[in-house]
Nanobody, 122 residues
């Protein structure tokens, strides 16, 4: 069982910045790929950015060059630095992992955080 706890959301003006954090806890030695998803009102949840254990990153086109995903494997934490925020970035942001490593075995088990709200408005 893996628990994910996000933090860092809030209200920000257009052009502002926020940094989201997500800490994973549970019985494992390493976390696999980690990512951030978002869901705006009336829309489906979609991927924002992801990062592998070794630091390979992917981004949805709309956040490229504005958002940066990073992770600290020693702290089992993933971050999302969001700069130049736009009203269209308003959504609930969810942390996601695809699985964990324990005793050199990979256990594919998708887990989600509870979400943190980001509102971009003047």
């Amino acid at each position: 069982q893996v628990q994910l706890v996000e933090s860092g959301g809030g209200l920000v003006q257009p052009g502002g910045s926020l940094r989201l954090s997500c800490v994973a806890s549970g019985t494992f030695s390493e976390v696999g790929a980690m990512g951030w998803y978002r869901q705006a009102p009336g829309k489906q949840r979609g991927l924002v950015a992801s990062i592998t254990r070794h630091g390979l990153t992917t981004y949805v086109d709309s956040v490229q060059d504005r958002f940066t995903i990073s992770r600290d494997n020693a702290k089992n934490t993933v971050y999302l630095q969001m700069n130049n925020l736009e009203p269209e970035d308003t959504a609930d942001y969810y942390c996601n992992i695809k699985g964990t490593w324990s005793n050199l075995h990979y256990y594919p088990q998708e887990s989600w955080g509870q979400g943190t709200q980001v509102i971009v408005s003047s």
